[in-house]
């Protein structure tokens, strides 16, 4: 089993829907959850990252992290086109950011 | 954000042959520097993790003979693949974080074919 499982999509949404990217896990022991968003050909940028369980809204973005079910979520308001995408979830336990566990990412296309 | 150049952004090279990347800060100094292998369609894999003037840390099942890594300064780490052979290609990403930061900051990845 992976540690970190992730659709691999693609999802397809007009402009202006709501979209909700999800990460499952199986170690207990990650305390840090990241977003990361890679063009095509580039390399990932990280969007938001939360500590352990809650909420966290940037702008447009909201990241949630729910421990007692090993899920995390991050909702995309208002998309446009410009977020077409891979949206990639990473972790790290506590105190050890030199090992991050990555999803495989869901490429996401926003259709004008 | 924190700027991480990474190059060549794409190179072909023939079977046996080694290939250079280089991966720089170019507004922080990176005291750790990570190297990942990503397939399509598949997970970032992290390679191996260097930090300034120490040798790097290679994770399971990676050749370190093979995919040889300096970081010889606080802004520069390189990856080697050496004696390349078709199965190495693949996207090769960098990526660098600061001193006490949290944050790594990656490359813009490296297409290597080796035909």
């Known amino acids: 089993q992976k540690e970190v499982e992730q659709d691999p999509g693609p999802l397809s949404v007009p402009e202006g829907a709501i979209v909700s990217l999800n990460c499952t896990y199986s170690n207990s022991a990650f305390q840090y959850f990241m977003w990361y968003r890679q063009y095509s050909r580039k390399g990932p940028e990280l969007l938001m990252y939360t500590y352990s369980s809650g909420n966290k809204e940037d702008g447009r973005f909201t990241a949630q992290v729910d421990k007692s079910s090993k899920y995390i979520s991050l909702f995309i308001r208002d998309s446009q086109p410009s977020d077409s995408a891979t949206y990639l979830c990473a972790m790290s336990v506590q105190n050890n950011f030199n090992k991050f566990y990555f999803g495989s990412g869901t490429k996401l296309n926003v259709k004008p | 954000g924190a700027v991480v150049s990474q190059h060549p952004s794409r190179v072909i090279c023939k079977s046996g042959t080694s290939v250079k990347i280089e991966c720089r800060s170019l507004d922080f100094q990176a005291t750790t520097m990570f190297w990942y292998r990503q397939f399509p369609k598949q997970s970032l894999m992290l390679m191996a993790t260097?930090?300034?003037?120490?040798?790097?840390?290679?994770e399971q099942g990676v050749e370190k003979d093979k995919f040889l890594i300096n970081h010889a300064s606080l802004t520069l780490s390189t990856l080697t693949v050496t004696s390349a052979h078709p199965e190495d290609s693949s996207f090769y990403i960098c990526?660098?974080?600061?001193?006490?930061?949290?944050?790594?900051?990656f490359g813009q990845g490296t297409r290597l074919t080796v035909v």
């Open positions: 990526s660098a974080r600061g001193r006490g930061g949290f944050e790594a900051f």
């Open positions: 260097s930090n300034e003037g120490s040798k790097a840390t290679y």
